[in-house]
């Protein structure tokens, strides 16, 4: 914010609405940076998430290591399944409100696609 009696302080109580909107960025550079972030955050099909490989159990040949990583799977799904029951929930007001838009960020898995949800292996932002 401007400091009272500095020239942008004075600019700003005479036309609040101009010197507004020559700080904010242009339009053109805002839909670069939308499609940029649209394109790093969409998920391909075959995406590996956290507690999930690929290749399954041949990553390792360490029995005690294997089993560790499919408990650690496991109670992702129960975390997944949880999300998914509290989103249901129409007691839990901060769950839903007239948008009814659920809770997303941190499910462990998501589709094809920007779902706004999974966690990945690796990151591309």
Not at 43 to 72: C, M, N, P
Not at 86 to 106: A, I, Q
Request: proline share 5%.
């Amino acid at each position: 914010m401007t400091v009272k009696g500095t020239p942008e302080y004075e600019e700003l109580a005479k036309d609040y609405e101009k010197t507004y909107l020559r700080t904010i960025t242009p339009k053109d550079d805002t839909e670069q940076n939308m499609r940029v972030m649209a394109l790093l955050s969409m998920h391909v099909a075959d995406e590996q998430y956290i507690g999930q490989r690929i290749e399954g159990d041949l990553w390792t040949s360490d029995s005690e290591v294997v089993e560790a990583y499919k408990k650690f799977g496991r109670k992702l799904a129960e975390i997944e399944e949880k999300l998914i029951q509290r989103n249901n929930d129409e007691s839990l007001r901060n769950r839903n409100g007239p948008v009814k838009m659920p809770y997303t960020l941190l499910h462990p898995s998501s589709g094809a696609g920007m779902t706004f949800r999974g966690i990945p292996n690796s990151i591309s932002i």
